[in-house]
């Protein structure tokens, strides 16, 4: 769906999902108010003699806090799985290696690959995999008659693919080293990432006019919705956003669910991470806050409630129950409340970030205060 370009606001994939659709509303939704510490007075005693006066001079500047040590990531873990394919998948050791030989296999431009010899594990292995977001370059793919193997045909030659695999392992190394320091808490590797994301990509109108053209079945091809072209082109669309985020979280490991949800009005759905904080699930929406063209990242739609993030914005409810393999997703926790008349933010990798709110303050918030 389009973004709205009104106001000051800047601001799916399993393959069935839909487009983008941005209302907004500029009212601020949060005020912040710092916790202040009164430090008390030292104790005095009464002096035997008169001290000599001196003059305590005043500090010139306020002292910079110092930064904290960048990460060294070299590889990208090429096996991670999104937690609900996780809470469903086989405990057994041969499903699991099956898992990490046929991601291997794909990488590898291999036409088959051999999986287990249960067949029901292997449709769950072949689902799980199927999220990669290095499987954009398998055409089609098939389970063989035995049911034991995974026979694939590929969209690109094995050196094309190859490159293009590389590019995301790259692309990734380059971002987690950028964005993430060793001391930061999830809280702040989330808002890093997401506004790393926010401010690389804008948002692919283009896409969104041809896809109107074309019929639903049509609109999401794998190939436009890949992370590589979102990479490759600075530009995406709602899906783009949340899948580029939810690898990013994985390889942190940071739990991301993946939402989608109809809009209440027009026939367009939209698609938003959930991200789970401290024990507690946020939803977040990169899209929403994303700059669209004008360098800015908010945080107007960063930690939501269920409220907040359907009805207040004219979506359909979601309903997230993963049975006991997961177990139900509430958002209800109102932390990120205050940060919702933020207009712009930037990472100081200190334990604050800078925040320039709707009404065009600016100062400095100290994330750490809200770690449990």
């Avoid at 990208?76 to 990490?100: G, T």
């Amino acid at each position: 769906m389009k973004k709205n370009r009104i106001g000051r606001l800047v601001p799916v994939l399993a393959l069935s999902v839909l487009l983008t659709a941005c209302n907004e509303n500029n009212e601020p939704r949060g005020t912040y108010e710092p916790e202040i510490t009164e430090v008390p007075a030292a104790p005095t005693a009464e002096p035997t003699e008169a001290p000599t006066p001196t003059e305590i001079p005043k500090p010139t500047a306020t002292p910079t806090p110092v930064q904290d040590q960048k990460i060294s990531v070299a590889e990208i873990d090429h096996y991670v799985m999104s937690p609900v394919r996780e809470a469903y998948f086989p405990e057994d050791e041969a499903s699991r290696q099956a898992y990490c030989d046929l991601i291997d296999g794909i990488m590898a431009h291999k036409s088959v690959v051999r999986l287990t010899d249960d067949w029901d594990h292997n449709l769950i292995i072949w689902g799980a995999v199927s999220e990669s977001p290095y499987y954009f370059i398998v055409d089609k793919d098939r389970l063989s008659d035995d049911h034991k193997s995974l026979e694939l045909t590929y969209r690109y030659d094995a050196e094309e693919s190859a490159e293009m695999l590389h590019f995301i392992d790259e692309s990734y190394v380059e971002i987690l080293n950028e964005c993430i320091t060793e001391n930061m808490s999830d809280l702040e590797k989330v808002l890093s990432i997401y506004h790393y994301f926010g401010e690389r990509i804008s948002y692919d109108y283009e896409w969104y006019e041809n896809a109107q053209a074309t019929e639903a079945d049509e609109r999401f091809k794998v190939p436009d919705i890949a992370v590589y072209d979102a990479l490759k082109s600075n530009e995406g669309v709602c899906h783009s956003y949340t899948y580029l985020c939810q690898f990013a979280f994985q390889q942190l490991g940071i739990e991301c669910l993946r939402v989608t949800a109809d809009m209440a009005e027009g026939d367009e759905s939209h698609m938003w991470p959930i991200v789970k904080i401290d024990g507690m699930f946020y939803n977040i929406d990169p899209t929403w806050d994303s700059h669209d063209g004008n360098d800015t990242v908010g945080l107007q739609y960063f930690g939501m409630t269920y409220e907040e993030a359907t009805a207040d914005r004219g979506i359909l409810g979601y309903d997230i129950s993963i049975d006991m393999a997961y177990g139900d997703v509430i958002c209800e926790d109102e932390r990120f409340a205050s940060l919702h008349d933020v207009y712009d933010y930037h990472m100081n990798y200190d334990g604050t970030i800078t925040v320039v709110r709707t009404d065009g303050s600016e100062e400095i918030v100290n994330v750490r205060e809200w770690e449990e």
